[in-house]
């Protein structure tokens, strides 16, 4: 069976670096890693849509940003394709038969989409499209027949409704569709970055985003007004590890070789932590050394963006071309689909002698 990837973002916004060490490095990892067939990655402008369907120009805005903030952190259009989820209509068909394999009970007990809606306040007035979002996204994985999907955490509960899906459709028509693998991030950090005030989600909405796309200035004063541990008051206090987001961003993204450069001191992040733990070490020495560490790794990223906004119709060629890859894998699944649920009728030579002979008689 062939290796496939299929993973993306919603374009609700620019990308952070908690999208970065969540899923991005590591799909740019996967797709030079030769280990896999196929690589899709989407743009999901038509599930944005459900929760933003009365402003529609925030969603077509925002598919650029994300595009360009694909190729930037290293997304090779060459070895990935890259799509834009609603023009791929075949997506919708396989969505629509999906539906009548899923109870609305089912759909009300996902922990996520429940998390969604209360985060959201929708409440009694859910919009159809938002609360049939894991049908959706169900839709999207095994119209690729995806073997393995890179996400955070947060998508657990998603991947087991497409498992389930998967289970029921081939129990009912026969084995066509794939059921997929969930790929964690394999750096526990990673699994969940905190937003620079301490909360526990990094949010567009929340205003406590680092993004990709950030000057090296506005990358500095974010993590200089980071929150630490609020009873490290002077530098001879102990200081608490836990919960301090600043220690929390050098578990995702410090590297040996950063001490060395920026804190040669200190052998490696356990020496830093230790001295910040037993007192003596300040607040702002940590955060300046997280300043280097992500100015080092966000510096090709803005450079690789700077060359690619030279030229913005080229990325429009580039998704269109990964759609059109797209809509061809799609639509071969989908002819498979509607051929186990004998829905195919025009193309079943049998199903008309039969019923030619029948009505001849």
């Known amino acids: 069976m062939s290796k496939i990837i299929l993973t993306g973002d919603r374009p609700t916004g620019r990308l952070h670096v908690g999208h970065y060490v969540g899923s991005l490095r590591r799909r740019v990892e996967l797709q030079n890693s030769g280990e896999f ?21 925030k969603i077509r805005q925002n598919v650029i940003e994300v595009a360009l903030d694909y190729l930037s ?19 919708t068909e396989l969505s629509f038969f999906y539906m009548n394999l899923v109870t609305v009970s089912r759909l009300q007990r996902n922990p996520t989409v429940k998390a969604e809606i209360q985060m959201r306040n929708f409440e009694a007035s859910i ?3 938002f609360f049939t979002y894991p049908i959706s996204q169900a839709s999207d994985i095994t119209a690729f027949k995806a073997t393995t999907v890179p996400v955070g955490e947060d998508q657990l509960p998603m991947l087991e409704q497409t498992k389930e899906i998967v289970r029921k459709f081939n129990s009912v028509y026969g084995e066509v569709l794939v059921e997929p693998e969930i790929l964690l991030p394999d750096n526990e950090a990673c699994l969940r970055l905190p937003g620079t005030d301490g ?11 680092i993004y990709l796309s950030d000057t090296e200035e506005d990358v500095r004063a974010k993590i200089m007004s980071m929150y630490t541990d609020p009873d490290h008051i002077k530098i001879t206090d102990p ?10 961003y050098l578990d995702a993204f410090s590297k040996p070789e950063h001490f060395a450069e920026f804190l040669p001191e ?15 070490l300040g607040d702002v020495k940590v955060k300046k050394f997280l300043n280097n560490v992500l100015q080092d790794e966000l510096a090709p990223i803005r450079a690789r963006r700077a060359e690619f906004e030279k030229d913005i119709p080229e990325v429009y060629n580039i998704l269109k071309k990964g759609s ?38």
């Open 37 to 57: 067939d196929k690589i899709f990655i989407m743009i999901a402008d038509a599930q944005a849509l459900t929760d933003n369907a009365d402003n529609p120009e």
């Open 73 to 91: 952190v290293g997304l090779d259009p060459a070895k990935s394709n890259l799509f834009i989820q609603s023009q791929i209509s075949e997506l």
């Open 127 to 129: 919009p159809v499209g």
């Open 199 to 209: 909360k526990a989600k990094m949010s567009k909405s929340l205003g406590n985003c």
């Open 239 to 248: 200081g608490k590890i836990e919960g301090n987001t600043v220690f929390t």
């Open 266 to 280: 200190y052998n490696n992040l356990d020496e830093l932590k230790e001295h910040y733990k037993r007192g003596g």
């Open 324 to 361: 059109d890859v797209a809509r061809e894998a799609a639509a071969e699944t989908l002819a498979e689909v509607k051929r186990a649920m004998k829905i195919n009728y025009f193309e079943d030579k049998a199903l008309i002698e039969e019923q030619s002979e029948k009505y001849s008689r």
